[in-house]
């Protein structure tokens, strides 16, 4: 087993688990969700379906859109799709409505908080990016524009079908949309582990090279 794997698959279930934890205490918070997460909302609010059971079906939904992409899947892209979801209705099943302004306030700052962590965390295992990642990455590929055009297109987009839909949006939503990318931008360079990569070399040496 390559050397850095235990740790790379370890930093990718605790940055997927943390991620799930971050946006329940965001949707406990009912100040406003990130785009994607708006959509989820939204969703549950009309099928009857948990924000988790929508979070993993749309993950799905968006991996085929990766078909004609032809983006690549990793093992990180399928835990991203079902864990995620998993831990979001895990922790909304024990944390309760938050009843007073200073505890919303509370936990809308302590989710973006944790929501760059884990954000961190889970893209730098380097095991494949999440569903939603990996559609902006493949059609930025295809269309030749540039990744601020097409991910301003995409969140754009399901922030206004999630918010028609009957999600939240508010002060969390551009909270989330000014502090994730400088969280992560200082987080990232730590938490990075890059891939093991081998080569031939004489006898007698370790083959793999850090």
Same mark, same amino acid.
């Given at each position: 087993?390559?050397?850095?794997?235990?740790?790379?698959?370890? $930093?990718?279930?605790?940055?997927? @688990?943390?991620?799930?934890? =971050?946006?329940?205490?965001?949707?406990?918070?009912?100040?406003?969700? +990130?785009?994607?997460?708006?959509?989820? $909302?939204?969703?549950?609010?009309?099928?009857?379906?948990?924000?988790?059971?929508?979070?993993? +079906?749309? =993950?799905?939904?968006?991996? #085929?859109?990766?078909?004609?992409?032809? $983006?690549?899947?990793?093992?990180? &892209?399928?835990?991203n799709?079902?864990?995620?979801? *998993?831990?979001? %209705?895990?922790?909304?099943?024990? /944390?309760?409505? @938050?009843? =007073?302004?200073? *505890?919303?306030?509370?936990?809308?700052?302590?989710?973006?908080?944790?929501?760059?962590?884990?954000?961190?965390?889970?893209?730098? +295992?380097?095991?494949?990016?999440?569903?939603?990642?990996? /559609?902006? &990455?493949g059609?930025?590929?295809?269309?030749?524009?540039?990744?601020?055009?097409v991910?301003?297109?995409?969140?754009v987009?399901?922030? *206004?079908?999630?918010?028609? #839909?009957?999600?939240?949006?508010?002060v969390? &939503?551009?909270?989330? +949309?000014? @502090?994730?990318?400088?969280?992560?931008?200082?987080?990232?360079p730590?938490?990075?582990v890059?891939?093991?990569?081998?080569?031939?070399?004489?006898?007698?040496?370790?083959? %793999?090279?850090?």
């Amino acid at each position: 087993m390559p050397a850095r794997l235990p740790r790379r698959l370890v $930093q990718l279930f605790v940055g997927l @688990a943390l991620y799930g934890v =971050s946006l329940a205490l965001v949707l406990r918070a009912g100040l406003g969700l +990130a785009p994607w997460d708006v959509l989820h $909302q939204g969703l549950a609010e009309r099928t009857g379906f948990t924000v988790g059971q929508l979070v993993i +079906a749309v =993950s799905f939904l968006v991996l #085929l859109a990766w078909i004609p992409l032809r $983006q690549r899947p990793g093992f990180g &892209t399928f835990a991203n799709a079902v864990l995620v979801g *998993v831990f979001v %209705d895990l922790t909304l099943g024990v /944390l309760g409505d @938050a009843d =007073s302004w200073p *505890v919303r306030i509370g936990l809308l700052l302590a989710g973006v908080l944790l929501n760059g962590l884990a954000t961190a965390l889970y893209i730098g +295992a380097s095991l494949g990016p999440g569903p939603r990642d990996g /559609l902006m &990455t493949g059609l930025v590929r295809r269309t030749g524009r540039s990744v601020r055009l097409v991910r301003t297109v995409i969140e754009v987009s399901v922030l *206004v079908v999630g918010f028609l #839909l009957g999600g939240t949006v508010g002060v969390g &939503t551009l909270l989330y +949309a000014f @502090a994730i990318g400088p969280i992560a931008h200082v987080l990232l360079p730590v938490l990075t582990v890059a891939p093991d990569r081998r080569r031939v070399v004489p006898p007698r040496v370790d083959p %793999d090279v850090a």
